[in-house]
């Protein structure tokens, strides 16, 4: 009784989403304390130690560690299997079904589903999800006429999109999701090339060009310790080992130097082989080996233990090596050069994989694996970056273009659904990785080039490093943020339709359709418009649109069937458009509507010169 105690007591109280980031949260660090497998080598390893029936692919593990609901069974056979590596990244006995030391992660799950909210669902168009409860019937005509509607209880306000499945709810977004507003570090006095977070997201280093590496703590914004100083040229690269004990820093002195992250000490000598400044450094996903990228034209490989080379340098760029990255299997290593060109290599043996990557034509300055390894993001001088199949080593559609000036940085969330790009224009944008589309406006405040950008281990954090001698953190919207928003417009729908349909101000007569119908139609619209405001970051200008379009709806005298429909026309006839014009095409629709326009608009013209003018 008291083990189960404790248990539950570890295991925090709060809202279903409260819930489900604190389970993707402690997923993360279970899975960087066990040495950060990848995506694919949790799914090889559940299928060999549970069989075909323990299915983990990567769709269930992105779900889980983003937030999102996956069954019990799924979840324990996700656990189990990360604790299949012991904390070296060996294998080892993962713990039995029973064992006690799941007890944490079972409590949780049954808190996560005794907060699930429920669906209140009425008789729609659309057929409900395999695995859906039935839902509930709607209210006979008679009732309705009865009872005039009610504001939409709040299982409906934070309800599924149509069609959703109940036992794959909405994950907390991480579309739109980072505040436009950031917080500065500054200490270094000139530019600043490269920050990188801790595995643990304890610290955030940061090289300059003022010759020194800077230590931050990103909870307090606060400098930890002196700047660590040794280099003699400016650094350009900073990278954690995946156990989050060293780090390595390169620099225009043409050496690298590793640091004890805990006492900020040197740990030897300077690696010396370059005959080039140092422009990128990674070390491999189980650290036994750190790669090292310079304006020689040369990767070189070392062994972080001995601190000594490990085989010839790869050759084969015409120009200097930019970046460098491996893939999360370790299987792979890009780079990208002033040649124009993404390269891969077999890490064992240092050898070329394939032709070179063409289609960029200015220098390739950035390359970053997805989480899952599925894809390879590149930017480039051109102003553009592009995707990449690396085991088919082909493009994945078309460049990404939205930058006005050369690109620098690229990196991807933890949980993959983001990209993030920082350039010459001074600012970073985000972009959809599945839909290939820029998320909401840039991310400005920066004076200068953005020259790097890395997200926090769990993700909720995007750090960037700029040309102007700062630092930024910009910070994940929180979710009940985003929820208190949701909610807001919400019940302006819902008090726009009950307004409506009373005609309380407009002497509109009473809709002959359920309430119940009206409702679900009226919330449906209203969440999709959400989703696609908060996609395109236009929240604020979609509430005050729909301000608008309610209150001239109400003053011409519309019932809420027309205030519905007009809406779901709008949604279904101009997907392509962005919120603030589907919303002014519900007003010109409103507007232009015969039945009764005329009667409420003839005596309001001359007389109302508030009304809105349906631009």
Known sequence: MDVTRQHQAAVSTGTYDD?????????????????????????????????????LPISTQSAAFSGRYVSRDKLMWLVRTLMSWDEWGAECEPPGNRSHELDTWRIRWTAIAAAKPTRRRTPAAVA????????????????????????????????????????????????ASFSPGSAVLTGHSSTIRSVAFSPDGALLATGGGDRTVRLWDPRTRAPVGEPLMGHTGAVYAVAFSPDGALLATGADDRTVRLWDRHTRTPVGDPLSSHTSTVRSVVFSPDGSLLATAGGDRTVRFWNPRTRTPVGDPLTGHTGAVHAVAFSPDGTLLATGGGDQTVRLWDPRTRTPVGDPFTGHTGWVRSVAFSPDGTLLATASGDRTVRLWDPQARTPVGGPLTAHVSWLYAVAFSPDGALLATGGDDHTVRLWDRQARTPVGAPLTGHADWVRSVAFSPDGTLLATASGDGTARLYEREAPSDMNARRLEFHHRVGTAMLHVHRGTTGGGAPSEEPPAELYRDVLEAAEATFVRATKTGDVEQMIAGWDEFTGLATQLGQSSALLGAVLLGSLVEHTGLSPQEVISQAIAKAQAHPTGTQAALEPAEPTDPSTPTGR
């Open 19 to 55: 819930l489900l980031r604190q389970q993707a949260a402690e997923l993360t660090q279970l899975r960087l304390r066990r040495g950060n497998p990848s995506l694919r080598s949790i799914e090889a390893r559940a299928a060999r130690m549970f069989g075909l029936e323990a299915s």
């Open 128 to 175: 409900p999800a395999e695995g859906d409860p039935p839902a509930a019937e709607a209210p006979t005509p008679a009732s309705a006429e009865a009872t005039p509607p009610q504001p939409p209880p709040r299982e409906a306000a934070d309800g599924l999109p149509p069609g959703q499945p109940l036992d794959d709810p909405p994950a907390p977004s991480a579309i």
